[in-house]
């Protein structure tokens, strides 16, 4: 078995869990404590890189290496769009999961990073099925929507799940024949197109992301297909992110039980406070191709 | 026929659920209580130990599992699983159901960048070798009376049982290879 099926594995044990995004040690344990499967090492969360403006860039390693020391479960970290020395540092420092990530920066218009160069596994997001085909092509072993990062806002997750959906059902029923079709107006590689016809899913596993601030959003999420969740902003930009973080847990596996469902949501505090999309200065899905 | 439980928090569970169907039994995912009682055997499956130690304990499943399991329940733990199983764990001060006599090291082999996978025959399982998939896996560093080694990696124990209990660093879940999960329904009576 091959480093990249390996590095696909991994993302099938972190099936039904969530993501989270911390910054620093403290917010780590927190997270570990509640339940989170992996966290997300950076600098600062997507709703304080929208505040502030500027060069969002990868992190420093020293308080990526610190949170790693920290925690026993995956840590994950992001690099900006076709920065491949970004990457090559997180992957000198040992990091378990690279996410080229739009919330950054881009560093590159043209080219994302060349994933098949790296030991250490990638995970990318997207909008629809030609650009997570695209980014699994470009050795991505592991996939997630991208909602629209640090806005508290759950629409653009579900616009790009449902788009996903679609164009998987599309590929699958159509003829075969018209799969090479498909793949140039995807824009996807033609055996990646191939498989999604055969098997109706993506070849690596894919999370939801952006603007998932609630258990119920984690519970739509998981219902509308995608096998777990990232949660940013959404925790510690909250009332009481201990609570919440639990919650968000127990929501991601019990994503069909509405009882359950109910009980979580009671009394979790202020969420963080929430965007209109059509009001963003910078829509960072619109990042990458 | 028999109805084999997954413990349905998080991690490799459809996995597990596709074998147990392949072989023409009938997969539980357990995330209540009273489903215990209804399943012949269950799975521990691979995916994050401490999330699936904290869920346990937060749905009420801890204490009836752990008294199934003394009460004979057949289980297999891979990878996350046998973590939650065992007696003893190296580098962390909690354990979770603390059932089977081995001391095990967590995350023993380090990163994601040292996940591996290898062949090897397992004597006691089958005479054909078998792939074993390492991802971020824990090894057992001391193995107690009543517990036997199944099989060795590197001079490390990576497969014991004792008992009713089986635990397998590696994923047998991830290959094509239904050898591992025959001679875990062998084991049900």
Known sequence: ??????????????KGGVIMDVTNVEQAKIAEAAGACAVMALERVPSDIRKDG???RMSDPQMIKAIKNAVSIPVMAKVRIGHFVEAQILEAIGIDYIDESEVLTPADDLYHV?????????????????EALRRIGEGASMIRTKGEAGTGNVVEAVRHMRQLNNDIHQVQAAPAEALMTLAKEMG??????????ENGKLPVVNFAAGGIATPADAALMMQLGCEGVFVGSGIFKSGDPAKRARAIVLATTYYNDPVKLAELSENLGEPMSGLEISKLENKYAERGW | MKKIGILGFQGAIIEHERQIEALGHEPVIVRYPEQLDVIDAIILPGGESTTMGKLLNRTGLMAPLRE?????????????GMILLAKELVNDSVTHLGVMNIAVRRNAYGSQIDSFSTKQVIPAVSSKEIELVFIRAPYITKVENGVKVLCEVDGHVVAAEEGNMLVTSFHPELTEDLTFLKYFISKIK
């Not at chain 1, 996807?188 to 016809?197: G, T």
């Open chain 1, 54 to 56: 500027g060069v969002a």
């Open chain 1, 114 to 130: 060349d994933k098949t160069q790296f030991q250490v596994p990638f995970v990318c997001g997207c909008r629809n099925l030609g």
């Open chain 1, 188 to 197: 996807a590689p033609y055996d990646l197109v191939k498989f999604v016809h």
């Open chain 2, 68 to 80: 199934k399991i003394i009460g004979g329940l057949p289980v297999w733990g891979t990878c996350a």
């Open chain 1, 1 to 14: 078995m091959g480093k990249y099926e390996l590095n696909k594995n991994l993302a099938q044990m972190l």
